[in-house]
């Protein structure tokens, strides 16, 4: 006979009711232990782990109560079955309210009690695979795969980190590219709606008319095409994280119905009038400037006030310059498990090009020019000259031919981008300038004196990121 994949703890007082349980479950394959009160019971408990037990609640020391309060709370993974001889409806909720898997009236009979056993460890592997679950999710959306050093970055990782087991509405800010999303995707899995649904809604790829149903969801015969009652992404969401991209692309009456939304967590379905409340957590993300919409009257102020309680800043690519390096190697990896190829790095000039690319694409791009060169190589190092035309041009082109035309002069023209290189170099190092220096490919007094010749001052610099 195959032995089942269940250790179960018998509790009773009765000797003989004890041991024919044990005897008729251990027949069956289960590992059966046995206890005649709740204390030995709890020890048996604390010192070996069970899927199940079954315990009377007549007890001659305490009653199982007692046991099911333990066992709830130091070992929840353990499912408690009670048994009594005068069962009633009131103690049979007490003990399900309590966290009992279910409530059995002696006399037993076998079929029963091997019913809810088997009902109690098809629980148990549904519990374990949700960890797993869970843990797969993690590793996939949690913080670490934002891949970044930069200290911008690990300023958003600390933002990030602070709001994410909050209700706060959160705003992520950012060019085309640059994984608001991701970010998105870390906010839920850092918090504790992560085991609820994550749902994300491209606010600017369906028109207004079709976003409203999107969102609330819709009622039979309310529109040309509604053919049945559709159920939308707030309620879809419930208990867990909206996420809308593109959240300026909303029409000015659909931010009317978002502003309730997140005053008052209801709505109605399009050509309902039955109201539904929900438990939804927002993340908003855009690559267009709110405040200058809101001065213009294209976007609603108090709906802007209301999403931007958190506002997340994600950098684009070329303000975090030192990350290419770790961002090439993760990707590198990813690309080379993905089509079977063992790309072992980028020589210097290659790498060079990719530190001096400005990428309007930012990490979308990045990533996309790792793909493509992985696929195309034939060795196992890939050389500037096998990267994208336009990486190279952008490389000869950025600033230098308008520099040198409006100054006629070499020195001078050669001034303006060799100050913008030592600023970048200092920003993506957080102004460290032993790491800058080094980046930079010169000595810590070299860049002193270049920072005095060009006025390079911290405190100036941040005034004018502002």
């Given at each position: 006979m195959a032995t089942k994949?269940?250790?179960l703890l018998i509790v009773d007082d009765d000797k003989h009711i004890c041991e024919a349980m044990a005897d008729y479950l251990r027949s069956l394959g289960y590992r059966t232990e046995t206890a005649s009160d709740c204390q030995e019971g709890i020890n048996r408990l604390e010192e070996s782990h069970f899927d199940a037990v079954i315990c009377d609640v007549n007890l001659p020391d305490q009653d199982g109560f007692q046991l099911l309060e333990f066992g709830v709370e130091n070992k929840p993974d353990t499912a408690i079955i009670l048994l009594t001889g005068y069962g009633?409806?009131?103690?049979?909720i007490e003990a399900i309210r309590i966290g009992a898997f279910d409530y059995l009236t002696k006399p037993v009979i076998d079929e029963e009690l091997l019913l809810t056993i088997q009902r109690a460890l098809s629980r148990k592997e549904i519990v374990e695979e949700n960890k797993n679950l869970h843990s797969r999710l993690d590793e996939k959306f949690g913080l670490?795969?934002?891949?970044?050093?930069?200290y911008k970055m690990v300023r958003m990782f600390d933002v990030i980190e602070s709001v994410a087991d909050t209700r706060a509405s959160v705003l992520i800010l950012g060019e085309n590219g640059t994984g608001k999303t991701i970010t998105a995707r870390?906010?839920?899995?850092l918090s504790n709606r992560k085991s609820k649904p994550f749902v994300e809604v491209a606010c600017g790829a369906l028109p207004e008319n079709l976003l409203e149903s999107e969102l609330f969801g819709h009622v039979q015969g309310s529109f040309t095409g509604a053919t049945s009652n559709k159920m939308g992404k707030f309620l879809q969401a419930d208990g867990g994280t909206l996420f809308l991209d593109e959240i300026a692309t909303a029409s000015p009456s659909l931010q009317v119905k978002l502003l309730r939304v997140l005053q008052d967590r209801e709505f109605e379905p399009v050509g309902?009038?039955?109201t539904h409340k929900v438990d939804v957590r927002l993340v908003f993300a855009t690559n267009s400037d709110l405040e200058?919409?809101?001065r213009n009257g294209e976007f609603r102020q108090d709906l802007y006030y209301r999403l931007n309680v958190i506002s997340i800043t994600q950098p684009p690519l070329r303000e975090r310059i030192s990350d290419?390096?770790?961002l090439i190697d993760h990707y590198l990896n990813m690309m080379n498990e993905q089509n079977g190829k063992s790309?072992?790095?980028?020589d210097d000039k290659a790498m060079q090009l990719m530190r001096s690319y400005s990428w309007p694409g930012n990490v979308r791009e990045l990533v996309n020019v790792i793909e493509r060169a992985v696929v195309l190589s034939k060795g196992d190092v890939i050389h500037a000259f096998e990267l994208p035309e336009n990486m190279h041009e952008d490389m000869n082109h950025a600033g230098f031919s308008a520099n040198l035309t409006e100054s006629g002069s070499l020195k001078t023209a050669m001034a303006a981008p060799e100050r913008q290189i030592i600023i970048d170099a200092l920003d993506s190092n957080g102004w460290n300038r032993q790491e800058s220096a080094k980046m930079l490919g010169i000595n810590r007094t070299t860049l002193y004196k270049k920072m005095k010749k060009y006025d390079i001052d911290f405190d100036k610099q941040m005034m004018m990121n502002q």
């Open positions: 994949n269940g250790s009633t409806i009131e103690s049979a670490h795969n934002i891949i970044g050093q930069d870390s906010i839920h899995q309902s009038t039955e200058e919409m809101v290419i390096p770790l790309v072992d790095r980028f």
